[in-house]
Every structure is written in structure tokens, then in C-alpha cells.
């Protein structure tokens, strides 16, 4: 499976952008996709996933209300729109492939390079 983000870039506090995630090579075990952040000095923490079947989706507390994780089958692409950002949003942000549906980031066997995104105050 491999996994190219893109739509990162630089945009004021309160703005939104919107990812994407392009997957291709996507095996049975690729039932969910999932979306990571790794912001200067700190862990990477997980922001949302989605599954490819039903659609069903899991955020982080952090994230809800103002991020949305959507999938185009079709393409083979997920997204992630991301409303009114925050400077604290600013990090690299990952898109991964795995088996189930999980906010963790051992359940996920793929990886893509990521995309940085910078929220300026």
C-alpha cells in the first residue's frame, strides 16, 4: 500500500485547509484509514480515521466539531477537512493504512510521508 498526502500548506488561525490522502496498492487488511499528527517536539498523536467500507468514522477529542474525515472509494483517496485552525494545529500530518478501525498508531501497517501544515496566529 502506499499512501501520498497532500493539500498541506499555510494558513491563518481561524482558516481551514483540506487534506488528502491518495492510496494505492490497497489490500483486504486495508479496512480503515487513518490521519496522525507529529507537531515540533512532541509525540504523534492520532487526529481521525475512517473505514473504506460503511464510512464509520473515530476523532480525537481535540478534533471534533472542527475536522471532518470523509473517503472517496471511487479514488481511493481520503480527506480530512480541517476548520477553524489553531497555531496548536501546526505539524506534519500523516495519513496510514491498517486492518481495523483504531486511534492508535500500532494498529496501522502503512505510512505516508506527510504534509506540513503551519497555522499562523
Known amino acids: 500500500v502506499q499512501l501520498v498526502e497532500s493539500g498541506g500548506g499555510l494558513v491563518q488561525a481561524g482558516g481551514s485547509l483540506r487534506l488528502s490522502c491518495a492510496a494505492s496498492g490497497r489490500t483486504l487488511s486495508s479496512v480503515a484509514m487513518g490521519w496522525f499528527r507529529q507537531a515540533p517536539g512532541k509525540e504523534r498523536e492520532f487526529v481521525a480515521a475512517i473505514t473504506w467500507g460503511r464510512g464509520t468514522t473515530l476523532y480525537a477529542d481535540s478534533v471534533k466539531g472542527r475536522f471532518a474525515i470523509s473517503r472517496d472509494n471511487a479514488k481511493n483517496v481520503v480527506y480530512l477537512q480541517m476548520n477553524s485552525l489553531k497555531p496548536e494545529n501546526t505539524a506534519i500530518y500523516y495519513c496510514?493504512?491498517?486492518?481495523?478501525?483504531?486511534?492508535?498508531?500500532?494498529?496501522?501497517?502503512?505510512w505516508g510521508q506527510g504534509t506540513q501544515v503551519t497555522v499562523s496566529s
Open positions: 496510514a493504512s491498517g486492518p481495523v478501525l483504531a486511534g492508535t498508531q500500532r494498529q496501522y501497517d502503512y
